[in-house]
């Protein structure tokens, strides 16, 4: 069974910066991480960034310009470098990947930012 396991979060005062990880494994044969998530309490999931191969990153306007999404070859894991950390990306960080069964999501990891 293939697993995402998101590492990296932690505590930053604002201004700050993190780098998440994304990996999968369990024998992730023809899985692909496509992107992160986050999700605030009390908010809905929402997108942060996603990558392709074919059609390159994209980033919720809250981020641009501060988070930038990468990812191996292999396309097993994805990496998030967030710049210049705002109290309001204080959430719960999760990663989504494809694979022939359908989309898989990590755990989460929590991102918090305060002074």
């Known amino acids: 069974q293939v697993q995402l396991v998101e590492s990296g979060g932690g505590a930053v005062q604002p201004g700050g910066s993190l780098r998440l990880s994304c990996a999968a494994s369990?024998?992730?044969?023809?899985?692909?991480?496509t992107g992160w998530y986050r999700q605030a309490p009390g908010k809905q999931r929402e997108l942060v960034a996603t990558?392709?191969?074919?059609?390159?990153?994209t980033y919720a306007d809250s981020v641009k310009g501060r988070f930038i999404i990468s990812r191996d070859t292999a396309k097993t894991t994805a990496y998030l470098q967030m710049n210049d950390l705002k109290p309001e990306d204080t959430a719960v960080y999760y990663c989504?990947?494809?694979?022939?069964?359908?989309?898989?999501w990590g755990q989460g990891t929590q991102v918090t930012v305060s002074s």
């Open positions: 989504r990947a494809v694979q022939p069964q359908g989309i898989l």
């Open positions: 369990g024998s992730p044969f023809s899985v692909y991480v």
């Open positions: 990558i392709s191969s074919d059609s390159g990153p």
